[in-house]
């Protein structure tokens, strides 16, 4: 696939559905790798269904955690993911193999996970009613960040685009810049709406190109900012947003916001209905509105690293909305015409000839003589897009696919083909709905090397409430019966569909 054709002159964004992507169990979180190959997406039974976006198919189910899936972060070269849970259990996991390398107990849930975007040893968490938490993976030491108000601790954080600062924000919308080696307080500012009157700070996000970062905030206003104009200002700076991005006419709460792969637009989700609202940075203006299923309530949105391509998930189903692809033939052969009804073809003499007799050689020159030279065939030239701006190469050894292993129906009469466990290990789709116990999911020790427990570290984190709930779990009256539903059914042994999954809940968008 050649990127560079890709570019569509003029508009680089969604217009339209383009199917949907059903994990049979109810999706709530997803997210892209770095090259856009892989999707992979946490449901409610606590599975990760990581699929193939260029073929749309299943690569890899991981029977992850025992409740929901609530937040999912791919590595910088693709062979790791981590993910967080509302037991409030953060595992990090080997694509390939499916197995957890390690687990970290919180004692609140999680809200968001982010890898460090250069050290694959560093993970952002940022767990309920607590200061933001820089995970060292190696030696599972914790660092707690420093926030600027004690008493406000419902703070969310960030990675900048390089991962040279953490930015974190309160309540109070007190945005702090911090260095990550040192956590120094590098900058500061705080986003006031209009007067001295403040506002919370939902979340912050970071364009993959550029310097630009996005805040989004309770008082339902995106403001975009430049991350060199905040460094340069300094603590308790005052920097003017590039943008102020808004719903004028429904005043639309926002569920969730992202930048384009290239930087240049900005999506958001609305909190009250399947909606996104897409924005041209530069500019600022409206370009376009993508509506769901009516009824159904947005959950995440993520936008394609280099395509024009979004994904989001409402009532457990992962939406995908893209660009309408014309076929322009001749864009390919300059002297090809479409012919409105069948023409009577006239050949000539010499048209099926192997060689034309009748035809003088003509003489070689400019652009002909070109063609007699050698053109190189071996040598690769790195992707542009795949490449950030201070590399020159790709990454080797990043994990852009995953392998499928073979079906077979009967191992016994195959005695060539692969054991009977690595059918189940490599997370083949139908070997994971026909399933069977849990037994059969996981290498057995005798016919095959039991897997390494992945080891489990408890944080302890001092004057953070351990009885909290994960916004996902807490519907207000009805959190018990929420509660039961959430997770891996007892009963089930496995099973891929979940209790609080109904087939009707499928929205019609085809």
């Not at 508009?11 to 856009?36: H, K, V």
């Not at 009967?410 to 060539?416: A, G, I, L, M, V």
């Amino acid at each position: 696939m050649n990127l560079e054709l890709l570019e569509s002159f003029g508009q680089n964004y969604p217009e339209e559905a383009d199917g949907t992507l059903d994990c049979i169990s109810m999706a709530l979180t997803c997210t892209f790798n770095r090259w856009g190959t892989l999707l992979a997406v946490g449901c409610n039974d606590g599975r990760i269904v990581i699929w193939d976006f260029l073929t749309r198919g299943i690569a890899k189910i991981i029977s992850a955690h025992i409740h929901p899936v609530c937040s999912l972060c791919w590595s910088r070269d693709g062979h790791k993911l981590v993910s967080a849970s509302t037991d409030n259990i953060v595992s990090q996991w080997d694509v390939l193999t499916g197995d957890c390398d390690q687990r970290f107990r919180f004692p609140s849930p999680i809200l968001k996970l982010q890898y460090h975007p250069r050290d694959m040893d560093k993970v952002l968490v940022c767990p309920m009613k607590s200061a933001p938490v820089l995970l060292t993976l190696s030696d599972s030491k914790h660092v707690v960040l420093p926030v600027d108000d004690d008493s406000d601790l419902n703070v969310v954080a960030a990675f900048d685009r390089r991962g040279e600062y953490i930015y974190t924000g309160n309540a109070k919308g007190k945005i702090l810049v911090l260095n990550t080696n040192t956590q120094e307080l590098v900058a500061s500012f705080r986003v006031t709406t209009g007067t001295s009157n403040t506002t919370a700070i939902k979340s912050i996000e970071f364009a993959r190109k550029g310097s630009c970062f996005l805040i989004n905030t309770a008082d339902r206003i995106i403001r975009v900012y430049d991350g060199r104009e905040i460094l340069t200002c300094g603590r308790d700076g005052e920097p003017e947003p590039m943008q102020k991005l808004q719903d004028l006419v429904n005043r639309t709460p926002w569920k969730r916001c992202c930048f384009s792969g290239d930087g240049e637009y900005i999506v958001a989700g609305s909190a009250r209905q399947h909606a996104l609202y897409i924005w041209e940075k530069s500019i600022g203006n409206l370009v376009k509105i993508l509506h769901g299923t009516r009824g159904e309530l947005l959950l995440d949105v993520a936008w394609h690293p280099v395509r024009p391509i979004i994904a989001s998930i409402s009532s457990g189903v992962v939406s995908i909305w893209a660009q309408n692809q014309v076929e322009n033939w001749s864009a390919f052969a300059p002297d090809f015409k479409e012919l409105d009804e069948n023409v009577e073809y006239e050949e000539r003499e010499s048209e099926f000839d192997i060689e034309d007799e009748d035809k003088s050689e003509p003489e070689q020159t400019g652009a002909d003589a070109a063609e007699d030279e050698e053109v190189d065939v071996t040598s690769v030239d790195p992707i542009v897009a795949f490449c950030s701006s201070d590399e020159e190469l790709e990454d080797n050894k990043a994990l852009l696919y995953l392998p499928i292993a073979p079906e077979v129906e009967d191992p016994e009469e195959n005695p060539f083909g692969p054991p009977p466990d690595a059918s189940v290990q490599s997370g083949a789709p139908e070997d994971a709905l026909a399933g069977g116990d849990k037994k059969q999911r996981q290498p057995s020790s005798e016919g095959g090397p039991a897997k390494k427990k992945a080891r489990t570290t408890t944080i302890e984190l001092q004057g953070v409430p351990s009885d909290e709930l994960h916004p996902l779990l807490g519907v207000k009256g009805d959190s018990k019966s929420k509660k039961k539903t959430a997770g891996r059914p007892k009963g089930s042994k496995g099973s891929l569909v979940s209790q609080s999954y109904k087939p009707h809940d499928i929205g019609g968008m085809d």
